[in-house]
T-cell receptor
Framework: ETGVTQTPRHLVMGMTNKKSLKCEQH?????MYWYKQSAKKPLELMFV???????ENNSVPSRFSPECPNSSHLFLHLHTLQPEDSALYLC????????????FGSGTRLTVV | AQSVSQHNHHVILSEAASLELGCNYS??????LFWYVQYPGQHLQLLLK??????LVKGIKGFEAEFIKSKFSFNLRKPSVQWSDTAEYFC???????????FGPGTRLSVLP
């Protein structure tokens, strides 16, 4: 374990479903991130939260909705996804946002059917 | 927009061969540079990072990288690879205090025993 825990590890959902991905870190970090890793594409930064406030949103479709209730928890709420949203979703955390992303979780493998 | 390119999609080497993976970025200002590694079935891990100072950076597991500002490059090297180095390697760049964290597409390294 890295100190960044993601659940579930695997998720299969229909296009009309609503689900949430959860990320939890016990490293005392104050910044958390959501990334999307698709096959044959660069790792994409989706959202950055620093001190529980969103500081970056890289034009992510509104069917992805992040939530950061505190500095240890990060959620990604999913609704009406498309098959092309199938990917590995990685959570990460760091102390501050200037030093790069220090620790990644193992990811949630999402399949949209 | 900032971008990161990695020259090789897939590199195949025999054990004890020397490794160099290319990474180039497009941003002209001050950057922080990173190499991450993802072993099969595992999470992303930070290999090494460059912020300032000596452009030759040493990381974990015998890896090093050299920042050449004039070439906008940050190539990863290892003098003698092992089978256990088989993994995917990602170069990443950030500037503006981490608010534009960009990963390269990754290079898959296969080391033959």
């Amino acid at each position: 374990e890295t100190g960044v825990t993601q659940t579930p590890r695997h998720l299969v959902m229909g296009m009309t479903n609503k689900k949430s991905l959860k990320c939890e870190q016990h490293l005392g970090h104050n910044a958390m991130y959501w990334y999307k890793q698709s096959a044959k594409k660069p790792l994409e930064l989706m959202f950055v939260y620093s001190l529980e406030e969103r500081v970056e949103n890289n034009s992510v479709p509104s069917r992805f909705s992040p939530e950061c209730p505190n500095s240890s928890h990060l959620f990604l709420h999913l609704h009406t996804l498309q098959p092309e949203d199938s990917a590995l979703y990685l959570c990460a955390s760091s102390q501050g946002t200037g030093a790069g992303v220090g620790t990644f979780g193992s990811g949630t493998r999402l399949t949209v059917v | 927009a900032q971008s990161v390119s990695q020259h090789n999609h897939h590199v195949i080497l025999s054990e004890a061969a020397s490794l160099e993976l290319g990474c180039n970025y497009s941003y002209g200002g001050t950057v922080n540079l990173f190499w991450y590694v993802q072993y099969p079935g595992q999470h992303l891990q930070l290999l090494l990072k460059y912020f300032s100072g000596d452009p030759l950076v040493k990381g974990i597991k015998g890896f090093e990288a050299e920042f050449i500002k004039s070439k906008f490059s940050f190539n990863l090297r290892k003098p003698s690879v092992q089978w256990s180095d088989t993994a995917e390697y990602f170069c990443a760049v950030t500037h503006n205090y981490g608010q534009n964290f960009v990963f390269g597409p990754g290079t898959r390294l296969s080391v033959l025993p």
